[in-house]
């Protein structure tokens, strides 16, 4: 196929990968992401795709084949850019144009591409690939080598390894192993000597009550087998346990971080009866993470996103200022953290908070404001940005003799931090090493932790509506200017309720309205979702039954 001219190529291999033009696919925040099963000519596609973007770019590009929390029978394609980023967002456009483009049409679809960005289809391309471990991904895998290969390009194939693992090593290897090995012992090697420099660098006081035993849930996952590795790195500094390990039971079926976020609940599969038991929970391609514990009244007891990204600030604060370093620092939310989380930050931790649209490319995007800047999306994905310049400080500052001691210590805990921290994306592994290590410095137990601020009582619902687009939003989504009256509906409703707050916005993907609130009790929470989302349905062409009264009220 490789001594075929370009269009005869590309139809060679779209004989074998057939587009039945039933379906519409579209490449957005999360990659393209559907039925396993119609998927075949989509990857076939973005194989074609990635040759362009690396000739493009003339960098390294990858691809990794996954569903993240998505059910077992769903899979998908994340394209991942040269320094380990998402996709540019110009480029999901042409994602998606390819990947609903006919058979007939598709070697003049590239060709178009090829002409309007000016490629130099003589230069080289390489292409990373991994998947996770859904039964679909190695035949995804085969066909996206085939759209690699049709256009020439080279390719390595990592086979299984998590979502952040492949970031990791994309923006490795464009770095030239400035950032590291790109290989996946590379990824343990770094991010295990930089946890256990971190910790020499901590001082364990004897009333520490810091345990270092956990128990994982690998949402049966690509995470549990990586986490397990990762443990043979770690030389017994944690003790860790991993349960939904993948040997019974199906991927992200009532277990992994999204189910316990949005039940509330611990997943099962994991004994949860001890008192005070550090809990764990990745999801299905382990870029994201949720602590949790029961308490001795067994009571549940959720350490999300938002814990999580002030707890990290918090410590990086101090660092800052025991270093006498000045630098931006921030921390990046969306309009669904908990208010309270915000409220400590800014108050207590003295940390500016910056709020973006839902979407870690988002986030990601508006933390690149700051020399320091922490994004966490309250379903916990999240990680720490440093700037050239907040790297060049830090390093010298641990270096600099006319510093005392203790302000040499601070930034040379600083450097091994930012080297145990994935900062290509979340990185759920990374994570939890951090928060370790945070954990061990001061000392914390879950329910020390937990005490930091109590989240306010929330609730979220949706309402199915004829179309979406009918709802805009600006102010990060936190206010809407479409359909007209409705921003002033919500600010009345709320105005009944204490310390409370709502906002509506639109999914990306479905004709259905996203209602948020938030306010001093969880019966007043209720009731405020209930009366936005009532008017949501009102206001925005609400279809099915209207939205049900919450039995609490």
């Known amino acids: 196929m490789n001594n075929l001219p370009v269009h005869q ?4 291999g779209a004989s074998k990968h057939p587009h039945k033009g039933k379906n519409v696919f579209s490449y957005g925040t999360a990659g393209i992401r559907c039925r396993a099963d119609i998927l075949d000519p989509v990857l076939y596609r973005l194989g074609l795709l990635v040759v362009l973007r690396s000739r493009a770019v003339r960098a390294t590009i990858g691809v990794v084949i996954t569903a993240s929390h998505n059910p077992e029978q769903d899979n998908g394609a994340k394209v991942v850019e040269p320094m380990g980023e998402m996709l540019l967002q110009t480029w999901e456009g042409y994602a998606t144009q390819i990947a609903n483009t006919s058979d007939e049409d598709l070697g003049q679809c590239v060709q178009s591409l090829i002409s309007e960005l000016n490629i130099d289809m003589a230069l080289p391309a390489n292409i990373f690939l991994a998947r996770d471990t859904r039964p679909s991904s190695f035949g995804l895998a085969q066909a996206l080598i085939d759209g690699i290969q049709a256009l020439k390009g080279d390719y390595i194939d990592y086979g299984l390894l998590s979502t952040p693992q492949l970031h990791y090593m994309v923006r490795c290897q464009n770095t030239q192993g400035g950032y590291g090995n ?27 009550e810091y345990t270092g035993e956990l128990s994982v849930d690998g949402a049966n996952g690509i995470g549990a087998l990586k986490i397990q590795q990762m443990c043979q790195h770690l030389n017994n500094q944690l003790k860790i346990s991993v349960y939904n390990d993948g040997t019974h039971g199906q991927l992200n079926d009532r277990c992994g971080a999204d189910f316990v976020k949005v039940q509330q609940k611990p997943p099962h599969g994991m004994p949860t009866e001890e008192a005070g038991r550090k809990c764990v929970s990745l999801d299905g391609d382990a ?7 029961v308490d001795s009244d067994g009571v549940f007891h959720l350490l999300d996103g938002d814990k999580i990204a ?7 604060q101090e660092l800052l200022t025991a270093a006498n370093l000045q630098l931006n620092m921030g921390l990046v939310q969306t309009a669904y953290a908990n208010g309270s989380s915000t409220q400590y930050a800014t108050d ?16 990601h995007h508006r933390a690149q404001d700051f020399d320091v800047g922490v994004y966490f999306e309250a379903n916990g994905h999240g990680t720490v940005l440093f700037s050239a310049l907040a790297t060049e400080k830090i390093n010298s500052a641990s270096q600099d003799e006319r510093l005392s001691s203790d302000q040499r210590q601070a930034a040379t805990t600083l450097k091994y931090l930012q080297d145990l921290i994935n900062e290509t994306v979340g990185d ?14 001061k000392g914390w137990t879950m329910t020390d932790w937990n005490a930091a601020y109590t989240d306010l009582p929330n609730r979220q619902l949706k309402v199915k509506v004829k179309d979406r687009r009918v709802i805009q939003t600006t102010n990060a989504e936190r206010c809407a200017t479409t359909p007209a009256g409705l921003q002033e509906a919500i600010d009345g409703i709320v105005s009944k309720y204490n310390n409370a707050r709502s906002f509506v916005r639109p999914s990306g993907t479905e004709d259905i309205v996203r209602i948020y609130a938030e306010a001093d009790t969880q019966v007043a929470a209720d009731s405020l979702a209930y009366e936005v989302a009532t008017k949501v349905y009102h206001l925005a062409d609400g279809v099915g039954d209207p939205p049900a009264q919450p039995s609490s009220s």
Do not use: N
């Not at 190529?9 to 060679?12: S, W």
């Not at 002030?310 to 990086?316: H, P, V």
């Not at 759920?428 to 410095?441: F, G, N, P, T, Y």
């Open 182 to 208: 790109p290989t996946e012992h590379g990824y343990y090697s770094k991010l295990a000597s930089a946890f256990t420099k971190v910790r020499e660098q901590q001082s364990e006081t004897d009333e520490s």
């Open 310 to 316: 002030t707890l990290i600030a918090g410590y990086i």
């Open 9 to 12: 190529a590309i139809a060679v």
């Open 287 to 293: 870029d994201r993470i949720v602590y949790y514990f």
């Open 348 to 363: 207590v931790l003295k940390v500016p908070v910056a709020c973006a649209c839902t979407g870690v490319k988002h986030l």
């Open 428 to 441: 759920a592994i990374s994570d939890m090493l951090v928060v370790e290590c945070i954990l061990h410095a």
